[in-house]
């Protein structure tokens, strides 16, 4: 069963807490991103990586830090600096740099506590 | 700041009825895309058009696209009550890496 699935659902953050959200796809794809959506808003974009060990910042990275060991995997760290996370959290793949459609994963939804 | 702006930011119809979301951006494009996403769920691709179109059609949905005024059109015939989500533009620009920039989105409810 092929697609992008990201874990947990629902995360809850405490003050000064980073917290870490995941994203995997088997459907082999080269690039992996993330986005940002606030309520009644479209999306944004965080960070995008085109390939392993390599990755650049999107329009909101303050506050943010991914990292691509593997094809495979793409994990979003909401760190401290981030004053504002509450958030729904979109990741989302794309087989290569010169194929446009993206697939996304079912979201994380972020709160603080 | 968001490349793609829709327009109506909400619209509610009747089963049955067509429905018209309109999107417009500023710069120049690669693609146009659009996407559904269902209340608190990932997106959906749809439908993507390239600069050198101006119309696409996959089964109910009907895109256009007019580079002369940076406006792009979804419509969705002979809706359901299973087409109630938001629908967002996206483009890639011209000259850009894939990246996608999307609009705020219209909440389209069709009600039974």
């Known amino acids: 069963d092929g697609g992008i699935t990201q874990s947990p659902k629902y995360l809850f953050r405490k003050e000064g807490q980073n917290v870490t959200l995941s994203c995997e796809q088997n459907?082999?794809?080269?690039?992996m991103y993330w986005y940002r959506q606030d309520p009644g808003q479209g999306l944004r974009l965080i960070y995008y990586?085109?390939?392993?060990?390599?990755?650049q910042k999107g329009d909101i990275a303050e506050g943010y830090s991914v990292s691509r060991e593997k094809k495979e995997s793409f994990p979003l760290t909401v760190t401290s600096a981030q004053k504002n996370p509450t958030a729904f959290y979109l990741c989302?793949?794309?087989?290569?740099?010169?194929?446009?459609?993206?697939?996304f994963g079912p979201g994380t939804r972020l709160l603080v506590l | 700041s968001q490349q793609g702006e829709e327009d109506p930011q909400a619209l509610s119809i009747q089963e049955g009825e067509n429905a018209t979301m309109n999107c417009s951006y500023k710069t120049s494009i690669n693609n146009l895309q659009w996407y559904r996403q269902n209340s608190g769920r990932g997106l959906v691709h749809l439908i993507l058009i390239r600069s050198n179109e101006r119309e696409k059609h996959s089964g109910r949905l009907r895109v256009t696209l007019d580079t002369s005024k940076k406006s792009s059109s979804l419509l969705i015939t002979a809706s359901r009550a299973a087409d109630t989500a938001s629908y967002f533009c996206?483009?890639?620009?011209?000259?850009?890496?894939?990246?996608?920039?999307f609009g705020a989105g219209t909440r389209l409810a069709v009600h039974p």
């Open positions: 989302a793949s794309a087989a290569g740099t010169s194929v446009e459609t993206q697939y």
């Open positions: 996206a483009t890639v620009p011209k000259g850009g890496y894939n990246k996608l920039i």
């Open positions: 990586s085109q390939i392993v060990n390599d990755f």
């Open positions: 459907l082999n794809h080269d690039a």
